[in-house]
């Protein structure tokens, strides 16, 4: 399969596309990698090690592409997805590594599914951190990180999609298939609520911070490494919380009353109970 992806053009060369680029760099080979973005971004990402050449030019960077990965905000990739569809290759598998799956297959299934439009397949990658840009591109932030596909694991497969299986294979990313509605359920709980609820923690100690810096001045490692989440920016997770917000305003409601049941349980031997839920969860992600 590996004949049928040669040129890779990656829209979007930050974190996720830059460490994309990094990745396939290190783990494949006889691959031409290009990138796109903004003109003053593609500059910056031309110095980089990543990528033969980067492009400011939408059409440019499509030219005789045999994978399409979209590394860019959801927005952003929503509006581009009807030009993506006209330009790029017919034979092309085009990607995206978006957080949110569902308003992105609908917008795919209405400019991809009429022939001879490109193959699209939806994806994510559970990976990342909480700085972005290429400087922080990492080839191996993929090692081991689930990658969520959106589909059926089973049945006939377009031989294009089984050879980008072989490369998130290469770079070490442990595949799981998933239904649009599933994923967007389960990264809401799993990673879009620990960000709201780090940004809710920190920005409620900031706004309690004294001339000698009390309360934090007594802080160990534990509350920073409870809020590395806090350190990402609102421009990164703008779009997920909007593409979101269903699941992550009753995942709060129900946090809420959670907090309230602690509350309650302050003096109380019941208290113990959720400590011992939440060592086990802590064993379990440990074991991931």
């Known amino acids: 399969m590996a004949h049928l992806i040669h040129r890779i053009a990656v829209l979007g060369t930050g974190l996720i596309g830059g460490s994309f680029a990094l990745a396939l760099r290190k783990h494949a080979t006889d691959l031409r990698i290009v990138g796109w973005d903004r003109p003053d971004v593609a500059r910056a990402a031309r110095s980089s090690a990543a990528f033969d050449d980067t492009f400011s030019d939408l059409d440019t960077a499509l030219r005789a592409a045999d994978l399409v990965y979209i590394a860019l905000p959801i927005g952003v990739t929503l509006d581009l997805l009807p030009e993506i569809a006209r330009l790029a290759p017919r034979r092309a598998l085009v990607t995206d590594a978006c957080s949110t799956k569902l308003r992105i297959v609908e917008g795919a299934a ?13 994806g994510h990658p559970m990976a990342g951190r909480e700085l972005s840009g290429i400087d922080h591109a990492d080839a191996d932030l993929f090692q081991d990180a689930p990658y969520a596909l959106i589909g059926e694991s089973t049945g006939p497969r377009d031989p294009r999609v089984s050879a980008f299986l072989k490369l998130l294979e290469k770079i ?4 799981m298939w998933l239904g649009a509605q599933q994923h967007d359920y389960a990264v809401g709980l799993a990673s879009h609520l620990p960000q709201l609820v780090a940004v809710g923690l920190a920005s409620f100690l900031y706004d309690r911070l004294d001339e000698n810096g009390l309360p934090i001045t007594v802080a160990g490692s534990g509350l920073r490494d409870s809020l590395r989440l806090a350190g990402s920016p609102y421009a990164t997770w703008r779009d997920i919380v909007l593409t979101n917000r269903d699941v992550l305003s009753a995942a709060l409601d129900l946090l809420t009353q959670r907090l309230d049941d602690l509350r309650e349980r302050l003096g109380s031997r019941e208290l113990e109970a959720d400590f011992d839920s939440a060592n086990e969860l802590y064993r379990l992600l440990r074991g991931l």
Do not use: I, T
């Not at 070490?172 to 595949?175: C, L, P, S, T, Y």
């Open 172 to 175: 070490g990313a442990r595949v």
């Open 110 to 122: 209405e400019v991809f599914s009429q022939p001879p439009a490109p193959f699209f397949l939806a």
